[in-house]
T-cell receptor, first 112, second 113 residues
Framework: NAGVTQTPKFRVLKTGQSMTLLCAQD?????MYWYRQDPGMGLRLIHY???????AKGEVPDGYNVSRLKKQNFLLGLESAAPSQTSVYFC???????????FGSGTRLTVV | DQQVKQNSPSLSVQEGRISILNCDYT??????FLWYKKYPAEGPTFLIS?????DKNEDGRFTVFLNKSAKHLSLHIVPSQPGDSAVYFC????????????FGTGTSLTVIP
């Protein structure tokens, strides 16, 4: 049972480089989310999607873009990485947004 | 501005004793609360929830208490086991937040055998 799968698990970027983080879920969930976790800050919502083809901004959206072209996939893009984007990124999904989320195992991103 | 706060970064408890993890929130419109457990190198996993119409919810060794007037919730683990050692996050949401969950900063629990 895969649940929520994040790719890659680790990545080191140079300042100014771009990359895309992939989140895939096999539970037919409508809602998907991208969070970042930083020391002393907890989990903060970057962007989310309430269904295929939809996206919305969360608490800390600046510097990121997302796309939900297929229901099972939610992509998080960094167009020009900055050291402030060094973080652990978690993807999550939920059937209807009202109940507990299923999280992926995270992507540790370092921007140097 | 942190809407959900966990003021204790860490907690150590002897095996078999009670662990109490606390969480405070500032938004009185929050009406649904969750606790997640997180092991290193893994994503958070859902543990237990409570809605604002209740003041207590129990699931095995885990009980969550909600005090709406104090804007405070707590997670009790009885008896604590070494496998409970993890980081615990509380999260809150409400219609005013578009049902988005706001997470606390986490409390690292260590259960000493």
């Amino acid at each position: 049972n895969a649940g929520v799968t994040q790719t890659p698990k680790f990545r080191v970027l140079k300042t100014g480089q771009s990359m895309t983080l992939l989140c895939a879920q096999d539970m037919n969930h409508e809602y998907m989310y991208w969070y970042r976790q930083d020391p002393g800050m907890g989990l903060r919502l970057i962007h989310y999607s309430v269904g295929e083809g939809t996206t919305a901004k969360g608490e800390v959206p600046d510097g990121y873009n997302v796309s939900r072209l297929k229901k099972q996939n939610f992509l998080l893009g960094l167009e020009s990485a900055a050291p402030s984007q060094t973080s652990v990124y978690f993807c999550a999904s939920s059937p209807d947004g009202d109940y507990g989320y299923t999280f992926g195992s995270g992507t540790r991103l370092t921007v140097v | 501005d942190q809407q959900v706060k966990q003021n204790s970064p860490s907690l150590s408890v002897q095996e078999g004793r009670i662990s109490i993890l606390n969480c405070d929130y500032t938004n009185s419109m929050f009406d649904y609360f969750l606790w997640y457990k997180k092991y290193p190198a893994e994503g958070p996993t859902f543990l237990i929830s409570i809605s604002s119409i209740k003041d207590k919810n129990e699931d095995g060794r885990f009980t969550v208490f909600l005090n709406k007037s104090a804007k405070h919730l707590s997670l009790h683990i009885v008896p604590s086991q070494p496998g409970d050692s993890a980081v615990y996050f509380c999260a809150a949401s409400g219609r005013s937040t578009g049902n988005q969950f706001y997470f606390g900063t986490g409390t690292s629990l260590t259960v000493i055998p």
